[in-house]
């Protein structure tokens, strides 16, 4: 447990260095913002002897994250941010349901492209996550181990920012987020999470980065 601790230490450490540094450049950073939402996950458990993959139920948890949002471009932007969530599955057998629940924290990356209208901006964004697990708690009978530490997934998703003529945004969007690389090795198996997200946001947009490219203008 102290070894996990430490990791997350330095972590947290090496990503708050990070923001600083960006933080530093203004003219880099667009706007910062907070995310809330839900999260549907399950898992692929997928056996070696013999050859066989096991879809298991939906488990639903909720997530949470910050980020900052770098390049005033109108139609280009890059997202980056720290996201807890909660994923897992139910692994249903003939004597019972087993629960198997994770918790992760992620640092996520993101390419995002954007079209300004009226009154919404929709938009979307791809990129990877580097998934740390912080908790398991997983019932399964074929789990006798522990989930690697880090992994890599991906995240595809969109939204729509509404246009507001403040300086605070209001968002909904939402992400697949499947695995690229399994979450649990061992000898017999690998287990490969996937999750859908739903997340309602808020960011603050700083002064002289406000949306132009097509939003009215009004004039006396």
């Keep these: 447990m102290n070894q996990r601790s430490t990791i997350v230490k330095k972590i947290i450490l090496t990503i708050s260095l990070l923001f600083s540094v960006l933080l530093s450049n203004a003219q880099f950073l667009n706007s910062i913002g907070v995310t809330l939402g839900g999260t549907a996950a399950n898992q692929k458990f997928k056996f070696r002897e013999p050859v066989s993959i096991d879809r298991k ?13 770098f390049l005033s471009h109108d139609y280009i932007r890059w997202v980056t941010e720290i996201q807890y969530n909660q994923k897992g599955s139910i692994d249903p057998q003939p004597e019972a349901n087993y629960p198997n629940r994770l918790q992760y924290l992620s640092w996520n990356n993101y390419a995002k492209v954007r079209y300004e209208m009226y009154s919404i901006i929709p938009y979307v964004m791809v990129g990877p996550r580097l998934d740390y697990n912080l908790t398991q708690s997983t019932s399964s009978r074929t789990i006798t181990g522990k989930f690697i530490p880090f992994h890599v ?32 090795i061992s000898s017999p198996l690998f287990v490969d999470n996937k999750a859908f997200e739903l997340r309602v946001g808020l960011k ?3 002064a002289g980065k406000k949306e132009s490219c097509n939003t009215p203008i009004y004039v006396e």
């Design 153 to 184: 997934s991906a995240a595809v998703g969109g939204g729509l920012e509404f246009v507001s003529y403040t300086n605070f945004k209001f968002f909904v969007e939402g992400f697949y987020n499947p695995d690229i690389m399994p979450a649990y």
């Design 204 to 206: 603050y947009e700083f």
């Design 57 to 69: 139920k939906y488990v639903f948890g909720f997530n949470a994250s910050i980020f900052g949002e």
